[in-house]
Each structure stands twice: as C-alpha cells, then as structure tokens.
C-alpha cells in the first residue's frame, strides 16, 4: 500500500457523524486524554497497524463499532491499551505503542473484554498476528449522551449507514480469503456491500465459548 492510499483511507475517516460520538483518530477527549497530542498518536498507530497487515492478512474479522475500552484510546479496533503496553500479542512490529489515556483514569490502561477473547483465539488456533485484521461495521465510537464517553451504545441505522463507506474502502485493502462478521450489525452492513461473510456469535453475553468454536471451524 502507498503512504497516499493510506493516508487517504485515513482522512475519510475524519468525516463522522454528529451526535454522541468520539472520533479517535481527529477528536481530542478532553476528559480522558493526556493531551493534545493523542490522535496524532492513534493516527499514527492505526497506520502501523494497516501497513503490517496488508499483503499478509488471510483473516479480516468485523465486529459492531468501536468501543471505549478499546479503539477509543488505541486507534485500533478490538485492541485494547493494556494489551498494547504489554506486547504480549506483537501487535504493532514497526512503532513502539503509546497509551494515550490518562494513568489516574485508568492506571494500567484500558482492558476490553471483547479484544482479549478475540485476539486469543485467533491466537491459540495458529493464526499469526499479522495474518488477521480486525475492523468494525462501524467505525467511529458510539456512546451514550447519558454516560458520556467511557461508555458504549450501539449505533442507530442512520449512523450504520454512515460507516458504510469506510467498511467498503477497507474490505478493498484486504483481499482475505475469509471475511467474518461478529453478530447481525456487522454481516447486515457486509451484506449490503455484496460481500460474503461468516456470521458468528459475538463473544459477549455469554458467547465466548461459541465464538471460540465457530472461529476455529472457519479458519481450520
């Protein structure tokens, strides 16, 4: 992939909707933030992230939308802070990964549930790290007005329908030999687009246990 086709999936990520939404990658969380400087840096480490997978990626997994535990203050979908600081998974080889929520929010960095199940499963069947990419049908944090930005809230149709245009540009980065969708949302929207996918349960609620199943039947 080219810096100019990066960068411009990049941008067109700058165009979210209005409303109770959070946009990692060009918004700043005033409350939750450890500076100014944090999109530059979740910019920064999505592109990392894009680059060492595209040409590599046999996998591509579409989850509902990002989450506040997650890509919220990582810039990567269903990866969370903890997960990067720690390198366990080998997430990102080109650039060292920065948290960018603040130590008295959260002292060892966010932890989501949905990434840690996610990526060891993946991770126990054999599946490399950068032989699978993650995103979300989509792509911009939802949250609930309510609760304010360290929550989560499904997005409604209208915004599904905004995030449509992201999901088609990224399934065009990656020509995966398998495409798959956690729950209804995410294989709705690839639906639309003409793209076939697995539907698997998501592994929240009490689906880890099936997911980790369906998971492993689609890539052995």
């Known amino acids: 992939m080219s810096p100019k086709h990066l960068d411009n999936f990049v941008r067109l990520l700058k165009a979210s909707p209005s409303g109770a939404l959070f946009n990692p990658w060009w918004q700043i969380d005033e409350e939750n933030d450890v500076g100014r400087i944090a999109p530059i840096i979740r910019r920064r480490q999505l592109c990392a992230y894009v680059q060492e997978r595209v040409g590599r990626a046999k996998l591509l997994v579409i989850g509902e939308a990002l989450g506040y535990r997650g890509g919220h203050f990582t810039g990567i979908p269903m990866t969370s802070e903890r997960m990067l600081l720690r390198k366990q998974q080998n997430i990102l080889a080109r650039i ?83 495409i798959v969708a956690l729950e209804k949302i995410a294989s709705a929207q690839l639906e639309q687009l003409g793209v076939n996918a697995h539907c698997v349960r998501h592994p929240a609620s009490g689906g880890t246990k099936l997911f980790r199943e369906q998971i492993a039947r689609i890539v052995r």
Request: charged share 20%; net charge positive; hydrophobic share 35%.
């Open 96 to 178: 060292k990964p920065r948290r960018t929520s603040k130590p008295s929010v959260c002292p060892h960095g966010f932890s989501e549930p949905t990434a840690t199940i996610v990526w060891g499963a993946l991770l126990k069947i054999g599946v490399l790290p950068d032989e699978f990419v993650l995103w979300n049908a989509f792509p911009w944090h939802s949250f609930d007005p309510r609760r304010g930005p360290l929550s989560n809230r499904m997005p409604n149709k209208s915004e599904q329908l905004s995030g449509c245009p992201v999901l088609r540009v990224f399934v065009e980065l990656f020509c995966c030999e398998q």
